[in-house]
């Protein structure tokens, strides 16, 4: 793995230049996460991906996008080494468990609640998330105990909450970023997980309709973040962002960590983690998460400065 360590990146803001530095510290410890992440998924070994066509501009609202791929984004996915991996197998039963409309409100089960304890309890027990704790521990964000820790999480990621005014308990910090979500009938709003867009697109529910890039950051099969383009049940996304291959872990330690080290309402992260240079956006709900999803802004090492030609 390479560990990309650009200090800083210019953001031109009309005639000035905003100067945003990479968090160093984050930048290192994600890193590690992303090397103790022993149940992501390789590519081209345990998925394969076609990324095709840029994506044309849409406007947020709009169900209209002229289709840059005709291919799935992906041709295969290893679903029984996915069954074997605790956090994996758990992950998916955990995605039919919603509503996916806002102002509908979910009816949480016994047995659902159960299946939300025994996923946390698999995630506890990876090496991600315990190195997630130990720092978190070590920040006085989090206790020690597990017990503990496991009720922060729970409340951080799966209670219910108000998304849409006059309505019931109607989302979660889960259900937005990993399953996704529809907002008044006309757009789709989360839905950030790599897995979940494979299942909806395997049985005909999502359309791939091409990537997001700059012109000079073509995306490969090989890279782990994508940001992209899709329909679902007849709604568009019109930019949405993705780890791929990653691990259900990984990206809770990752965004957890992002949430109980800022207390803003927003918070947005610039790190480099691999090959890749992002932001790891974050937003709150009280004291749970209201979204949180990575903003690729440049893979394959392409943020790092070139050598000077002599």
């Not at 997980?193 to 359309?207: I, T, V």
């Not at 049940?233 to 291959?245: D, E, N, R, T």
């Amino acid at each position: 793995m390479k560990n990309c360590c650009l200090a800083q990146t210019a953001v031109g803001l009309d005639a000035m230049a905003v100067v945003k530095a990479v968090n160093q510290e984050l930048s290192t410890l994600f890193n590690e996460f992303w090397t103790l992440d022993l149940n992501r998924l390789q590519p081209g070994v345990d998925y394969s991906i076609s990324v095709q066509g840029k994506a044309g501009f849409v406007n947020q609202g709009s169900n209209v996008a002229h289709d840059r791929a005709s291919r799935p984004l992906f041709s295969n996915v290893n679903e029984t080494k996915l069954s074997l991996i605790p956090t994996f197998s758990r992950f998916v039963k955990l995605l039919d468990n919603y509503e996916a409309s806002t102002g509908v409100a979910e009816r949480v089960s016994p047995e659902e609640v159960q299946e939300n304890n025994l996923f946390l309890d698999a995630v506890m027990e990876t090496p991600v998330m315990k190195r997630a704790h130990r720092y978190l521990v070590e920040k006085r964000v989090s206790n020690s105990d597990l017990r503990q820790f496991k009720s922060q999480l729970y409340l951080i990621w799966f209670k219910l909450y108000h998304r849409q005014r006059n309505a019931g308990m109607d989302s979660s910090g889960f259900e937005h970023v990993f399953v996704g979500e529809t907002r008044s009938g006309t757009e789709i709003i989360g839905f950030h997980n790599w897995l979940q867009f494979y299942l909806q697109e395997k049985h005909g529910h999502l359309d791939y309709k091409g990537y997001k890039a700059r012109e000079q950051d073509i995306p490969d099969q090989d890279d782990h973040v994508l940001n992209l383009q899709f329909s679902w049940h007849g709604l568009v996304k019109p930019v949405g962002s993705a780890f791929v291959g990653a691990s259900p872990e990984f990206e809770m330690a990752l965004f957890t960590v992002v949430f109980l080290m800022n207390t803003d309402r927003s918070t947005a992260v610039l790190v480099n983690i691999d090959q890749c240079q992002m932001e790891l956006v974050v937003i709150r709900h009280g004291r749970s998460l209201g979204t949180a999803y990575p903003r690729l802004l440049s893979s394959n090492s392409r943020h790092l400065p070139r050598p000077r030609p002599y």
